[in-house]
């Protein structure tokens, strides 16, 4: 355990980080997720569903917890899979 006040407080906030690190996370991966199953199922408004895919992995990465590249190389993939089907 921490002795110095300093440092109990960066355990505190350390957690409350981690919390709402997780909170964000957990959005984007769903909100992946629920895109990819409508492309596979091919049902309701695949756009829209991209398009709230990439809005969470843009919030993710405003708040540190995603780095740029990283949903960029997500959302690319996404995007990828998307046209694919289209041609078919």
């Known amino acids: 355990m921490p002795i110095k006040e300093n440092a109990k407080k960066a355990v505190r906030q ?4 981690a919390v709402g690190n997780l909170a964000v996370k957990t959005a ?14 091919k049902k309701g408004d695949v756009k829209e569903e991209i398009r709230l895919a990439q809005k969470m992995l843009d919030k ?3 708040k ?15 995007v990828k899979k998307v046209n694919l089907v289209a041609k078919k």
Do not use: T
């Open 14 to 17: 350390a957690k409350k980080h």
């Open 28 to 41: 984007f991966k769903k909100a992946v997720k629920i895109a990819k199953k409508a492309l596979e199922v």
């Open 60 to 62: 993710a990465v405003k």
């Open 64 to 78: 540190g917890v995603l780095k740029r590249n990283a949903a960029a190389r997500k959302l690319s993939r996404l």
